[in-house]
T-cell receptor, first 113, second 114 residues
Framework: QKEVEQNSGPLSVPEGAIASLNCTYSDRVSQSFFWYRQYSGKSPELIMSIYSNGDKEDGRFTAQLNKASQYVSLLIRDSQPSDSATYLCAVNFNSNSGYALNFGKGTSLLVTP | DTGVSQDPRHKITKRGQNVTFRCDPISEHNRLYWYRQTLGQGPEFLTYFQNEAQLEKSRLLSDRFSAERPKGSFSTLEIQRTEQGDSAMYLC????????????FGPGTRLTVT
């Protein structure tokens, strides 16, 4: 069973702090990793993708990937109340047949003013 | 560049009725995916198309579910003989078939079966 695991939270951080969101996955051959943000009642919004080991930065967001440890994380610097949402980790397990994404249950982030 | 659109946004139906949802992908994208999301869970993959070909179906897609993409553009997802357990958000996403494979989601169709 291929799985994506996230701590459900809620993770509470003060405004201006760094929020750190973590995700582990079960399949060593996974190639593609994504972070989505989902506000309550809305659909997931892609915020980061990462494909190789190391860090990838985009504005206030940094994704980190460690394939040996089967671990991917998302750092949000200078957290704002508008960042309060559920963050979904998604992994493409690179199966022979398709490109389906496997999602974790999401981590709820609350940024307090 | 318009995003993925879905119609309707909300659907309330009685158990046993059939429902059909539509998805229009981003115009340059030739891959189209359907997912289902229930409260407190991440989206679960249902099926995907490359152009008009349905290339993968999840075991979640029972025989009451059928999806089509007849001309490789928009797609429909039909649920026959709806059950209360079908109540969920049905999400459509699209992507290119080469490059980064990033999937972009539409706003979803929220189905309530009473």
């Amino acid at each position: 069973q291929k799985e994506v695991e996230q701590n459900s939270g809620p993770l509470s951080v003060p405004e201006g702090a760094i929020a750190s969101l973590n995700c582990t996955y079960s399949d060593r051959v996974s190639q593609s990793f994504f972070w989505y943000r989902q506000y309550s009642g809305k659909s997931p919004e892609l915020i980061m993708s990462i494909y190789s080991n190391g860090d990838k930065e985009d504005g206030r967001f940094t994704a980190q990937l460690n394939k040996a440890s089967q671990y991917v994380s998302l750092l949000i610097r200078d957290s704002q109340p508008s960042d309060s949402a559920t963050y979904l980790c998604a992994v493409n397990f690179n199966s022979n047949s398709g490109y389906a994404l496997n999602f974790g249950k999401g981590t709820s982030l609350l940024v307090t003013p | 560049d318009t995003g993925v659109s879905q119609d309707p946004r909300h659907k309330i139906t009685k158990r046993g009725q059939n429902v059909t949802f539509r998805c229009d992908p981003i115009s340059e994208h030739n891959r189209l995916y359907w997912y289902r999301q229930t409260l407190g869970q991440g989206p679960e993959f249902l099926t995907y198309f490359q152009n008009e070909a349905q290339l993968e179906k999840s075991r979640l897609l029972s025989d009451r579910f059928s999806a089509e993409r007849p001309k490789g553009s928009f797609s429909t997802l039909e649920i026959q003989r709806t059950e209360q357990g079908d109540s969920a958000m049905y999400l459509c996403a699209s992507s290119f078939s080469a490059g980064t494979y990033e999937q972009y989601f539409g706003p979803g169709t929220r189905l309530t079966v009473t």
